[in-house]
């Protein structure tokens, strides 16, 4: 609560900043207004409107750290914030593992579970994607070296949503490379996202259904989601516009 109020008063500060930010944002804004409005609607209110208040109070800080330190320099704030995440949770499962591994042998660092580790370090992988332009000296060799440290933990925490994921944003990030690239560096990183892509489809061809689920460390059902999938499709039919808060 104490942030949020420091938020507003940092908006407040920096009004004229932020009538202009929230007018280039009126998607963000309108997706805003949606999620109080639920809580009409929902099947829990209580829930909802706590959550609805907890989403507009994150937008009003990012909105205050924006507005203080351009959008820019907020990327990269953010960025380097994930970095040393990344770090700390390393540093976390290689001196203190009893801490940063989990019972059944995945990596969660200092997060809760193996999935939050996962989820963290794709986002981290975002920052570094936007961050990475522009960039020299040492601030340039941190953001090249977190890629790899963000992909290990990926791989070590054995989430399959954020590891299939991760390969995606690789790919596209090669990809993105390649298009903006000078002529003569383009044969090498084309080169690079081909072997790639030829080697993810190479594995994954290569091996049966059971083994790929095997090696995300799921089963054929998903642990039990393909089962649970009819039941939310029935419900979503039921209320495909407003959904349930």
């Known amino acids: 609560g104490f942030a949020y109020l420091v938020a507003i008063a940092g908006i407040v500060v920096e009004r004229k900043t932020a009538i202009r930010l929230m007018r280039a944002s009126l998607p ?6 949606i999620a109080g409005l639920s809580t009409l609607w929902s ?19 990012a909105l205050s750290l924006v507005c203080r330190l351009g959008l820019k320099g907020f990327i990269e704030t953010i960025g380097l914030l994930f970095m040393l995440v990344a770090a700390w949770s390393a540093a976390l499962i290689v001196l203190l593992p009893e801490y940063g591994i989990t019972p059944d042998r995945g990596w969660k660092g ?12 794709v986002l981290g992988m975002v920052m570094f994607s936007c961050v990475g332009d522009g960039s020299h000296g040492i601030r340039r060799i941190f953001q090249i070296a977190a ?6 933990l990926v791989i070590g925490s054995g989430s399959a949503t954020s590891f ?14 390649w298009s903006r690239a000078r002529q003569s560096a383009k044969p090498a990183l084309l080169g690079a996202l081909v072997l790639s ?14 083994e790929a689920f095997g090696a995300l460390g799921r089963d054929a059902t998903l642990t039990g989601r393909m089962e649970i999938w009819p039941r939310i499709i029935d419900a979503i039919g039921a209320r495909p516009l407003l959904g349930y808060g």
Do not use: Y
Not at 28 to 33: A, F, H, P, S
Not at 43 to 61: E, F, K, M, N, Q
Not at 164 to 177: H, K, M, R
């Open 147 to 152: 890629l790899p440290l963000f992909l290990v």
């Open 164 to 177: 299939i994921v991760a390969v995606t944003l690789a790919l596209l990030f090669l990809l993105a490379l």
């Open 43 to 61: 099947d829990a209110p209580g829930i909802a409107a706590r959550r609805s208040i907890a989403l507009l109070g994150t937008s009003l800080v």
């Open 28 to 33: 963000l804004i309108l997706i805003l207004v």
């Open 197 to 210: 892509a030829a080697a993810l489809a190479a594995i994954l061809s290569g091996i049966g259904q059971n």
């Open 110 to 121: 200092f997060f809760e579970n193996k999935n939050e580790l996962g989820l963290n370090m």
